[in-house]
Structures are given as structure tokens and as C-alpha cells.
């Protein structure tokens, strides 16, 4: 179900989002957040709050 919805947002990101200024940023950061969230799944690693929400803000930092 994550890779589906990691395809999907991905899918659309290439075709739609990079275009739009502001949902770009935020579409990445989603992107890369799914990918921690899946990597944390696979391995069996419980993510804490804290690392999610900081690294979201880092994310964001990461296209200016």
C-alpha cells in the first residue's frame, strides 16, 4: 500500500506538481517522509515522532 502510494504521488509529481511552486516543495518533502516511513517499515524500526517531524521541516529546507 506505501509503494502504491509512493508510485502514485511520484507518477503525479513528474507529470503535474513539479510545475506549481509552492506544492512542489511540499510534494517532495512528502516523497521523501513516505520514504522513511517505508524504510522503517520494512526493517521493523519504530520511527518517533520527533525524527518525522524534523526531518519533514529539513525536507522542506532542501529545494531553496
Not at 6 to 18: I, S
Request: proline residues 0%; contains cysteine; hydrophobic residues 60%.
Amino acid at each position: 500500500m506505501t509503494l502504491g502510494g509512493y508510485f502514485c504521488l511520484a507518477m503525479t509529481y513528474a507529470f503535474y506538481l513539479k510545475r506549481k511552486l509552492m506544492i512542489d516543495v511540499v510534494a517532495l518533502a512528502a516523497l521523501y517522509g513516505i520514504r522513511m516511513l517505508a524504510g522503517g517499515a520494512a526493517t521493523g524500526i519504530a520511527l518517533s515522532h520527533w525524527l518525522l517531524a524534523f526531518s519533514f521541516f529539513v525536507f522542506l529546507s532542501l529545494r531553496w
